[in-house]
T-cell receptor, first 110, second 118 residues
Framework: QKEVEQNSGPLSVPEGAIASLNCTYS??????FFWYRQYSGKSPELIMS????GDKEDGRFTAQLNKASQYVSLLIRDSQPSDSATYLC??????????FGKGTSLLVTP | DTAVSQTPKYLVTQMGNDKSIKCEQN?????MYWYKQDSKKFLKIMFS???????INETVPNRFSPKSPDKAHLNLHINSLELGDSAVYFC?????????????????FGAGTRLSVL
């Protein structure tokens, strides 16, 4: 079973704080990982992708991957109310279909 | 121009009916997918096509039949609709599947089709 686990939340952070979203996966064959943001009633939108161990930064977002611990995380710095959404973690085994976690709901309060 | 477009956006129908959802991508991608998102928001792969060839067929009732007339289109036909089929169905595409180069694995999603079976 290729499982991706996320805490469903909701995770509540004040505006301007760092939001930390975590994800673990069971399939050691997973090569690449993705964070998607999904607003209510909308489609998933790619935020970050990562396939090497370590950190990858893009603007206010940092993805972290630790393949030994089978752990992926997403940090959102200077969180804004517009970041309030569900964040979906997904893993991919050799580029085939994405295995999604159930998502973490993030609420950024003004 | 919408990159991945699905029609219809909403579909309300009675149990036992047959319905189709259409998907088109203008990104020049090789691979297209169908995902189902249930009421708990869990997004799960159903099918994947690469250059019109079926490569992934997850445990989906055979009432669901995908068809890919060309690599830019992937349609989903559902026979004998059941209450449990109510969900949002997302089409997605990626440049190429089975490729270790990360950028080619990125999947782009359509807006979704909300199916309600009464």
């Amino acid at each position: 079973q290729k499982e991706v686990e996320q805490n469903s939340g909701p995770l509540s952070v004040p505006e301007g704080a760092i939001a930390s979203l975590n994800c673990t996966y069971s399939d050691r064959g997973s090569q690449s990982f993705f964070w998607y943001r999904q607003y209510s009633g909308k489609s998933p939108e790619l935020i970050m992708s990562i396939y090497s161990n370590g950190d990858k930064e893009d603007g206010r977002f940092t993805a972290q991957l630790n393949k030994a611990s089978q752990y992926v995380s997403l940090l959102i710095r200077d969180s804004q109310p517009s970041d309030s959404a569900t964040y979906l973690c997904a893993g991919s085994n050799s580029g085939y279909a994405l295995n999604f976690g159930k998502g973490t709901s993030l609420l950024v309060t003004p | 121009d919408t990159a991945v477009s699905q029609t219809p956006k909403y579909l309300v129908t009675q149990m036992g009916n047959d319905k189709s959802i259409k998907c088109e991508q203008n990104l020049g991608h090789d691979t297209m997918y169908w995902y189902k998102q249930d009421s708990k928001k869990f997004l799960k792969i159903m099918f994947s096509y690469n250059n019109k060839e079926l490569i992934i067929n997850e445990t989906v009732p055979n009432r669901f039949s995908p068809k890919s007339p060309d690599k830019a289109h992937l349609n989903l036909h559902i026979n004998s609709l059941e209450l449990g089929d109510s969900a949002v169905y997302f089409c997605a595409s990626s440049l190429r599947t089975g490729d270790y180069l990360l950028a080619k694995n990125i999947q782009y999603f359509g807006a979704g089709t909300r199916l309600s079976v009464l």
